[in-house]
């Protein structure tokens, strides 16, 4: 290793690459609290040249490689799946490189986190439409992109990140670096579409996990933020699951541009309230399910007519409007008004000291997530007794249920469900078998998410690519493909070693 390591260091030079202890233990985990992968070198790149050097070397010395760019997954997917191989930590790259302001595109580099690209989009009256992941004030553009990543706001009326994607510059496994869309054409002196050239290859690394490329350059279509916007919150009525989905299904039959629509239940509600985490909700005396709105207009009287027309479908609905300002209740107002589309998914993640998630985020149609959260209660109830391990020694049980669902692409909706537990590091002791039971609880839920509805993990790093794989769940022709693609790609299993179950030859 050592050998191998000098080579990595004379390309980045030595104060960009690590195989200290400290540094390895640091990058071997994410957002949960179990899955752990110590890598062998941490390497920081600057530019796509380096990193194609860096994957030659790893294809030389038969290295798995894994990018990582903010490291905010929740599936496992920054990082080794077991011990050993290289890191490739993308916070090098975290520039702006061009806005093109006549055609409305951005070009950054991989690395740029969602949050810093909005910052400087904002000086020019301009957002990215889709803001990213809930979690863009660390996580780069480029895993948002490997994700289809939603949650970070506008997604209700953009979509996915991916929707606005025009092109991409990719270093392949074996070190080829390739460009996509317009850029394909080596005589095209801008990016400005994606669709064209031949075949959409950029579509080849949309979602794909980290196993068919680096990213290293993106260029997204970028849009002017509109003057006037509406934001308003409503408590529900009893069965929030219901009529929170029956007004996602109502808005999206009448039409209505709604730019986020998102329903909050009312376990998040109580729990939240009880930890301090809602000042603005504790004044309500029913602590029951949150539903709000965000709507963008080019003018007033535009608005006003979105406006309109949503209220009509709330109300009818049956539900409670709260007041117009933060204090009332009106969380709307701060979630776009004051940047909360991206402080949210961090303070839920801890919204009990000491709890960490374990949870299961994919996409689902509307109308079926009431049931899907009913059937998730159920499992919660037929686990009761592995719970109570947790709970005889903490005085408190793991939490079962979902974090915000909002509207996305289409009838379509986020589900960020599944469950917060305790890691085996509690109050000073290390308790055995916890980490064991937590990881048997988590692959249990998200086997009957998989096989029961037959949901899309979108993020899906390490835990659902394999889910998928080990439960048979991928049409056989389709996983014999998408295998057949990988191993053209990547005939050693270098980039991203074992997701799918894609190790390669004698490496698992």
């Not at 592995?386 to 939490?399: A, H, L, N, Y």
């Not at 589900?415 to 109050?427: A, D, E, K, R, V």
Request: hydrophobic share 35%; proline share 5%.
């Amino acid at each position: 290793m050592t050998e191998i390591y000098q080579k990595l260091e004379n390309i980045v030079k030595k104060e960009f690459i690590s195989n200290s202890l400290i540094v390895r233990h640091a990058y071997s985990r994410v957002v949960d609290p179990v899955l752990q992968g110590i890598p062998d070198i941490v390497i920081r790149p600057k530019d796509a040249k380096e990193i194609s050097e860096i994957l030659k070397v790893a294809n030389e010395e038969n290295i798995p490689v894994i990018p990582r760019g903010g490291g905010d997954d929740e599936f496992g997917g920054s990082k080794p799946i077991g011990d050993g191989g290289i890191v490739l930590d993308m916070k090098r790259m975290d520039n702006v490189l061009k806005l093109d302001e006549d055609n409305l595109i951005v070009t950054v580099e991989a690395g740029i986190s969602w949050g810093k690209l909005d910052e400087y989009l904002c000086h020019y009256g301009l957002y990215t439409g889709c803001m990213g992941p809930g979690s863009g004030m660390t996580a780069s553009v480029g895993g948002g992109i490997s994700h289809q990543s939603v949650g970070g706001g506008g997604c209700a009326k953009y979509g996915a990140c991916t929707n606005q994607l025009v092109s991409l510059e990719v270093v392949l496994p074996n070190g080829d670096i390739i460009e996509t869309g317009s850029q394909a054409n080596k005589f095209s002196k801008i990016p400005f579409n994606r669709f064209g050239n031949g075949p959409d290859l950029a579509g080849l690394f949309c979602g794909d996990n980290g196993i068919m490329g680096v990213k290293t350059k993106v260029s997204l279509q970028v849009f002017p933020r509109p003057p006037f916007a509406a934001y308003k919150t409503f408590l529900l009525p009893r069965k929030d699951r219901q009529v929170s989905s029956q007004i996602m299904l109502d808005v999206r039959r009448k039409g209505i541009d709604v730019y986020d629509l998102m329903y909050i239940m009312d376990l998040i509600m109580r729990v939240g309230c009880d930890q301090g985490m809602f000042p603005m909700w504790e004044q309500l005396k029913k602590k029951r399910g949150i539903i709000f709105y965000t709507v963008e207009a080019n003018s007033e009287a535009e608005l006003q007519e979105k406006v309109k027309q949503l209220d009509t479908i709330i109300l009818d609905n049956k539900c409670e409007a709260l007041g117009p300002e933060i204090s009332d209740g009106n969380i709307a107002k701060w979630h776009y008004v004051e940047q909360g589309h991206w402080q949210f998914y961090h303070n839920l993640w801890g919204m009990v000291p000491a709890l960490e998630p374990l949870s299961c985020e994919c996409f689902v149609p509307a109308n079926m997530y009431p049931t899907i959260l009913d059937d998730i209660d159920q499992w919660d109830m037929e686990h009761a007794k592995d719970m109570e391990i947790f709970t005889k020694v903490t005085g408190m049980r793991p939490i079962t249920g979902s974090g915000p669902i909002f509207l996305i692409d289409g009838n379509n909706v986020e589900l960020t469900c599944g469950f917060t537990s305790f890691p085996s590091y509690y109050n000073g002791e290390n308790h055995e078998g916890w980490d064991e039971l937590n990881l048997k609880l988590w692959k249990s839920l998200m086997g009957m998410l998989t096989t029961k509805w037959g949901v899309q993990w979108y993020m899906m790093g390490e835990m659902a690519s394999r889910i998928m794989a080990q439960l048979d769940a991928y049409l056989p022709d389709y996983y014999k493909t998408l295998k057949a693609i990988k191993k053209v790609l990547d005939p050693k299993n270098i980039l991203s070693r074992g997701k799918f179950e894609f190790w390669g030859d004698g490496n698992k």
